[in-house]
């Protein structure tokens, strides 16, 4: 009873709620042409239709008094005084190559802002498609805007005049993103709400590429990034954040299929399409790799979660200097060696990524003369044996072979076992000879990443329990120990690798050398085979460098190498990838000698889709 009289009161209260609601747009989708376009919620602007009479019938007739919501319209600038077809023609085909979001559609209405003659104007209506020119001056009086707004494709109100931006749907088509987002009107983000009708995958709103104009301030204004965590610097620079990728659950390494239990992991473009996209920042990697529309993706790098999808996606992906990146509010897994990287297709929009997001580095433009060449990780027989023409060592030969032009030097052979073996500072300390390198370093990374508290309450405990007993350490249980353990040997090593191996820093290249290593090799590891239950990550390769050591770790796509693919039965291509490794704090030396070698040509953009370089882009 009491139950039932509680539920009428509250069916009271929503009816009361309902009458005094009002409908407000969140949004609409609408089909122009063969593209379907979100429609934002709130205008940008508005035109004073009350200005002009006969302005407003028109666009009240065109919009078929009520049954047209929209009509699509290109806002267009222009200073000179008498605008002509062919100027429209010199702009419109300037849109169509830089924009992918306005097409000839939009020229059902034009609004020309202008100050000159408008006796052309009506010149523009012939062909095209135009029923509607309005202009800012001229036309029977003109029409003012409410507010300014940058040239491009808008949709217009035919009976408010409301302008509203133009947002272009994309479909998710390798589940690379959790969902789409579009700014919240209050500098945040919400969830996109739009879908394409029939799409089985998420949906992707971009803006118009015409809305922003990249300035020193704001270098990545439109670029178009999709993210996990939130990234206040790169919003700033004026990136638009499009979307939410997938990560591994906890960013741990994750294998597909069988480990991808919440979400069904995201799709490797490359090769067949068949292909594990790696972990953990597989949704970002594989994106990148995927959509032309997407400029940027970011990523958390801990042990690799950055490289892997660079590596086998076949992008410029980097896990920068530990401390790059302010890490506050993002997830962490070790906060020793967590950083955030970036994804890109280019030497040359990496570089003012990079340029921008790792603000507190010295930009180098001079760069290293050595080479480091880790005959360890490479394998004698790349040296006593020239790789033949066909594999992945040829590829990465050949690479090897014009840097060493470049940087007019030759690569210097080492091998990182014997140099520890010979001069670790473990060697007085411990014992004659130290432990051997990869028994050392063997169960590190796990030990640091089965444990945040070892920094955030272990180190201080520790110091501060010596401070106050003359020196003393506390006693430790046999499990924290082991953690603690590892903080140490990260720590000789991170010092070891930094003085010795790079030994120190240069004033003028900022790190002495770089030491490079293979990322991927055009190996295949299909997402339809059953794995073996995961272990833990334990081992030592080139890869946890610079996770112990802090160092930089960049990614840049190299060559491919053909497969007979079991899945499409033909031939396909899969990337190889090579890594560069300087001393910390050079992160902007490398973005630099990147750039240096794309303009020598060394180093190519990537396409899209299924092959880097020898196939066009995916269609869209
Ligand atoms: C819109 O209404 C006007 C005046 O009522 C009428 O002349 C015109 O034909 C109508 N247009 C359409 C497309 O229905
Ligand atoms: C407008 O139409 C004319 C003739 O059909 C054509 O030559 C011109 O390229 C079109 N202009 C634009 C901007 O599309
Ligand atoms: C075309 O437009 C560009 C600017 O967008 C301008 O620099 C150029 O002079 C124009 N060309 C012609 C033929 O009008
Ligand atoms: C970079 O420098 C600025 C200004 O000193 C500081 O506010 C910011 O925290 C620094 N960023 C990082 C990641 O250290
Ligand atoms: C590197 O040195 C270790 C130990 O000194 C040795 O076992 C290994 O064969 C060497 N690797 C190469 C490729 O020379
Ligand atoms: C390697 O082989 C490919 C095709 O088999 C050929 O096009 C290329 O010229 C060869 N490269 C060299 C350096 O011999
Ligand atoms: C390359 O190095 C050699 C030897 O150090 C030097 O003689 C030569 O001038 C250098 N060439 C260039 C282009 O820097
Ligand atoms: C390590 O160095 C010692 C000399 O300090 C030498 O006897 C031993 O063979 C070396 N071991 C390896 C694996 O190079
Ligand atoms: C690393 O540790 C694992 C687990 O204890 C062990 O199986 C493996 O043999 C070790 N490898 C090395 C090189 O010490
Ligand atoms: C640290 O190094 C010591 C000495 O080589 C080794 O016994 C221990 O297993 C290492 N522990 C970790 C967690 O790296
Ligand atoms: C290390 O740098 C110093 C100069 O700082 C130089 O004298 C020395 O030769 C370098 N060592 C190696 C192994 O390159
Ligand atoms: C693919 O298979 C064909 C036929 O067996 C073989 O000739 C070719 O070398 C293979 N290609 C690759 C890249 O393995």
């Known amino acids: 009873m009491q139950l039932f009289s509680r539920f009428s009161l509250l069916l009271s209260l929503a009816s009361l709620w309902v009458a005094r609601a009002q409908v407000i747009s969140a949004g609409t989708t609408v089909q122009l042409g063969s593209n379907y376009y979100f429609v934002p919620g709130t205008p940008v602007a508005s035109l004073k239709l009350t200005e002009n009479a006969s302005a407003l019938g028109q666009l ?272 962490p897994l070790s906060p020793e060696m967590d950083t955030a990287g970036i994804f890109a297709r280019d030497a040359k929009s990496w570089l003012t990524a990079g340029t921008w997001w790792y603000e507190n580095f010295t930009t180098f433009t001079q760069f290293p003369k050595t080479i480091l060449f880790p005959v360890d990780e490479w394998g004698s027989s790349f040296l006593t044996n020239p790789p033949k023409n066909g594999t992945a060592n040829f590829i990465f030969n050949a690479f090897i072979e014009q840097l060493e032009g470049f940087l007019n030097t030759t690569r210097t052979e080492i091998n990182l076992t014997t140099m520890w073996n010979a001069t670790s500072p473990l060697i007085a300390n411990v014992s004659n000879p130290p432990p051997p390198l990869r028994e050392n370093l063997n169960l590190t990374y796990e030990a640091l990443i089965s444990i945040d508290q070892v920094q955030l309450v272990a180190d201080p405990f520790i110091a501060l329990y010596q401070e106050t007993f003359s020196g003393q350490a506390p006693f430790i249980d046999p499990a924290p120990l082991t953690r603690i353990d590892a903080i140490t040997n990260k720590t000789v090593f991170m010092n070891w690798f930094q003085d010795t191996v790079l030994n120190g820093t240069d004033p003028t290249t900022c790190s002495p050398a770089i030491y490079l290593y293979p990322q991927s090799d055009g190996s295949t590891l299909y997402r339809n085979l059953y794995i073996s239950p995961p272990t833990p990550p334990f081992g030592f390769g080139a890869g946890r460098i610079a996770s112990f050591t802090g160092v930089p770790d960049m990614v840049v796509p190299i060559g491919e190498l053909p497969y007979n693919s079991t899945i499409t039965n033909t031939t396909e291509a899969l990337p190889v990838t090579i890594s560069f490794l300087a001393q910390m704090n050079c992160d902007l030396m490398l973005f630099n000698l990147f750039a240096a070698l794309a303009d020598a040509g060394i180093l190519k953009p990537v396409f899209t889709g299924q092959s880097l370089f020898s196939l066009a882009p995916i269609e869209e």
């Open 60 to 331: 009240q007739t065109l919009g078929g008094n009520g049954t047209a919501p929209f009509i699509a319209f290109s806002f267009i600038t222009s200073t000179v005084s008498s605008f002509s077809v062919s100027d429209l023609q010199n702009i419109t085909s300037t849109w169509s190559s830089i924009d992918d979001v306005w097409t000839p559609s939009f020229l059902e209405g034009i609004y020309l802002s202008f100050n000159g003659s408008g006796n052309a104007v009506s010149g523009l209506m012939a062909g095209n498609g135009t029923s509607i020119v309005i202009s800012s001056e001229s036309f029977s009086g003109g029409v003012s805007l409410t507010a300014t707004i940058p040239p491009g494709p808008y949709f217009v109100s035919p009976f408010t005049g409301q302008i509203f931006e133009a947002w272009l749907l994309y479909n998710d088509e390798q589940q690379s993103f959790v969902y789409g987002t579009i700014p919240d009107g209050k500098g945040g983000f919400q969830q996109l709400s739009a879908h394409i009708p029939g799409a089985a995958t998420e949906s992707v709103a971009v803006p118009s590429r015409l809305y922003f104009t990249p300035t020193a301030q704001q270098p990545l204004a439109g670029a178009r990034i999709g993210t996990a965590p939130s990234i206040q610097r790169l919003i700033d620079g004026g990136a638009i954040i499009v979307g939410k990728t997938k990560a591994s659950q906890f960013a741990n390494g994750e294998t597909a299929t069988d480990d991808w239990v919440d979400y069904h992991s995201p799709y490797n473009p490359r090769g067949d399409g068949y292909q594990d996209g790696s972990s953990s920042s597989t949704g970002s990697g594989t994106a990148i790799a995927a959509y032309p529309w997407l400029d940027y993706a970011v990523g958390s790098d801990t042990g690799g979660s950055m490289r892997g999808p660079a590596g086998v996606n076949g992008a410029y992906g980097n896990r920068p200097s530990h401390g790059a990146v302010d890490l506050t509010d993002v997830m």
